[in-house]
């Protein structure tokens, strides 16, 4: 199971960045990544308090990435 | 500097031969001219792309009021063109951070492709003979200076100046 | 989370530098005022069932713009906790007799209920800082420190986080580095693993502080798809080594047939355990893979937020999460955020819900519940609004509960007629209000 995850998972990474040149918005069409509930993380603090309780009660933690989206400005 | 300037002139002499632009929509005051670059032909022209939801660009506008008032009478014009898809939010913008220069709009991108616009804001200056001379991306309150020396450096090449 | 729940401490605070790691410690804020300051406060309460563990906690965080998108970000979180928590022995028709961590008294638990140790009170103090700047036009960089404090614990930790854009933007490549070192001084001293559970003032079989170092890296792949569209995608590694055990916790011993626990031999004059408990022992060094995946969808107005976590690691423990929120707005200033999450893992290869009488002694045991075969499902209301002013207060409620299983193969005897499985129901509420200054 673990093999098949993580070839899987491969395929997916590499899919995606050989497709990702071509994906995409224009620099001036970001109006909509730019809004505050479009990024990644919404609410850091929020996050953070539930990746502590995450974290006490389960045997798994974090993973979550960070970068990217946003209006993409400067 | 001599490639960019090549490529971006070269794009220029065609974007000439179309003056395009959308017109502004109502919200716009005095705005809905078609933009003719070709009419400033003999200054210098800054085209800077913003748009509403753009950051950088609310510390722009002070900066390119200031430019405005301080070299019109050297033969500077400033022309924002607004790329916001709905006008109103680009309105509430400028309510905030009013514009001394001139405002056009442009929802459809038709004169960002033009210009090959790569980034958010974008800015680029432009010679008395119409020619891209310089271009800036982004916005950056610690390169103003450079910024200004380049809008100094065509005006410098303009007759009469 | 109480001392007994230290280990998951440790894990957690180096979970808590690696979601440093991984969670932007800013987002610079997008098409929004530029105060000097961006505060954002948060008030939590965390209970759960059956007198088991309650937090209360301030968490605050407050961002400072730089000119240029440079962004200092500094955060501290206090938390008090009291409650009690399972201490890993096996319920039984019968009471049980154990001794505190502090070996100075005994506490009994009344017969067929899971033995909780009930705590003491313990209060959390986390502080954390980080910059975050442009390297060039396309390159971002950060950095950021850690530290948290509490009477039996102590995390320092450190992180660096490095991205790139490519494709006008729409591209990003990310990477991260973290490493904590965390330092225990259990309340009586760290038990000799798989050593006897003693008496009252006895700590023959205890020793002094402990270490821990943990060490994380991730790296991710953020892509526009289209003007509305989002995704996210990441691999992370983390290694931990050292001090793994949770000291507090415990293992039965049982008949081999009956699948009761052993009665201790009394000790005369000494308040004593009633039964045989052995201090669990987990291996010195734990690698984790996680692949994580994540969507912003956008549509007409409301915003979707799933996202998709695989955690496997060399305790045989496999997980999976996947979360989902959306986000409902309700005329301009405010909205509504349902919250689902569903999470599933696969007990560690050393679980083991009690020890056999008799039977050699394994190199590595532990009945924590959180390293069990469970089930945990999350649901969840959040309302927000926003002021005239501009400030923005919310608040959320939360469901969280937890519904495991003993192997079956573990199962002996009377054990059967047990509840087994601590299975946890919890309330998550916060309140939080965030301004600019």
């Known amino acids: 199971m673990h093999k098949y995850m993580s070839r899987i998972g491969l395929l997916v990474v590499i899919a995606f960045t050989a497709g990702c040149s071509s994906l995409g918005v224009e620099p001036w069409e970001r109006d909509v990544l730019a809004k505050e509930e479009m990024q990644l993380v919404t609410d850091p603090v929020e996050a953070g308090i539930d990746d502590h309780i995450y974290f006490s009660k389960e045997a798994s933690s974090g993973g979550r990435g960070f970068g990217g989206g946003g209006c993409g400005c400067n | 500097m001599h490639r960019l300037r090549f490529a971006l002139s070269s794009r220029f002499l065609l974007l000439l031969s179309f003056c395009w632009l959308a017109e502004a929509p109502a919200g716009f005051a005095a705005n809905t001219d078609q933009l003719d670059l070709s009419s400033y032909r003999g200054k210098v022209v800054v085209v800077d792309f ?9 510390r722009s506008f002070p900066w390119l009021n200031q430019m405005q008032a301080k070299y019109a009478d050297q033969g500077l014009v400033i022309v924002g063109v607004n790329m916001d898809a709905e006008p109103g939010e680009a309105e509430a913008f400028l309510e905030e951070f009013p514009a001394d220069f001139r405002i056009v709009a442009d929802p459809g991108g038709g004169l ?33 200076d450079e910024y200004e020396a380049a809008i100094q450096d065509a005006l410098s090449q303009l007759e009469g100046n | 989370m109480p001392r007994q729940d230290k280990t998951a401490i440790a894990a957690s605070l180096a979970s808590a530098t690696c979601s440093l790691l991984g969670t932007p410690a800013a987002t610079p804020v997008q098409a929004q005022e530029e105060p000097g300051w961006d505060l954002n406060t948060a008030l939590l309460y965390y209970g759960e069932n059956d007198d088991r563990v309650q937090d209360v906690s301030l968490n605050l965080q407050a961002i400072r713009n730089f000119v240029d998108d440079r962004l200092l970000t500094l955060g501290l979180a206090v938390d008090t906790l009291t409650g009690a928590t399972p201490s890993g022995a096996i319920p039984f028709d019968g009471p049980q007799t154990f001794t505190r961590p502090s070996a100075r008294s005994t506490y009994t638990t009344p017969p067929n209920t899971i033995p909780l140790d ?22 971002s960089i950060g950095a950021g420190l850690s530290a948290s404090n509490e009477y039996d614990y102590m995390h320092m930790g450190a992180n660096l986080k490095l991205s790139r854009d490519f494709n006008k933007r729409n591209t990003t490549v ?5 490493i904590a070192m965390d330092d225990l001084s259990p309340v009586g001293g760290a038990p000799i693993p798989l050593s006897q559970m003693l008496g009252e003032d006895d ?68 308040d004593f355990p009633s039964h045989l408990y052995l201090y669990e022992n987990r291996p010195d060094e734990r690698t984790k893979h996680s692949a994580y995946g994540q969507a912003k969808y956008y549509l007409s107005g409301k915003v979707l937020d799933v996202s998709y976590r695989y955690m496997t690691d060399d305790w045989e423990i496999d997980s999976h999460t996947i979360d989902a929120r959306l986000r409902w707005p309700m005329g301009d200033r405010s909205y509504l955020e349902p919250h689902l999450r569903y999470y599933t893992q696969t007990a560690a290869d050393f679980y083991r819900i009690s020890l056999v009488d008799g039977e050699p002694l394994p190199s590595y045991a532990s009945a924590d519940y959180r390293l069990g075969e469970f089930d945990a499902v999350t649901v969840g209301m959040k309302y927000g609004w926003k002021l005239a002013s501009g400030h923005e207060m919310s608040v959320r409620l939360e469901y969280y509960m937890q519904d495991g299983d003993a192997p079956p193969g573990q199962v002996i005897g009377n054990q059967a007629l047990q509840e087994l499985y601590p299975d946890l129901d919890a309330i998550i509420a916060q309140f939080s209000y965030r301004f600019g200054w």
């Open chain 3, 203 to 270: 700590r023959s079989n205890k020793t002094g502080d402990q270490s821990k170092d943990v060490f994380d890296v991730v790296v991710g792949l953020t892509q526009v798809i289209n003007r509305n569209l989002l995704v996210q995608a990441n691999y992370s590694y983390s290694n931990s080594s050292g001090y793994l055990n949770d000291p507090y916790k415990i293992l039965s011993v049982v008949d081999g047939t009956s699948g009761d626990p052993v009665p201790a031999a009394p000790v005369p004059g000494e």
């Open chain 2, 50 to 58: 913003w748009a509403s939801w753009c950051v950088p660009c609310r």
């Open chain 3, 118 to 139: 009930d705590s003491f009170l313990d209060t959390r103090v986390a502080v954390n800082a980080s910059w975050q700047q442009p390297l060039g036009r396309l390159y």
């Open chain 3, 174 to 178: 990310s990477a991260g580095l973290a």
């Open chain 2, 112 to 144: 960002a492709k033009q210009f090959d616009v790569i980034a958010m804001p974008s800015s680029y200056v432009l010679d008395g003979n119409g020619q891209v001379v310089a271009r800036h991306l982004g916005f950056k309150v610690k390169k103003q």
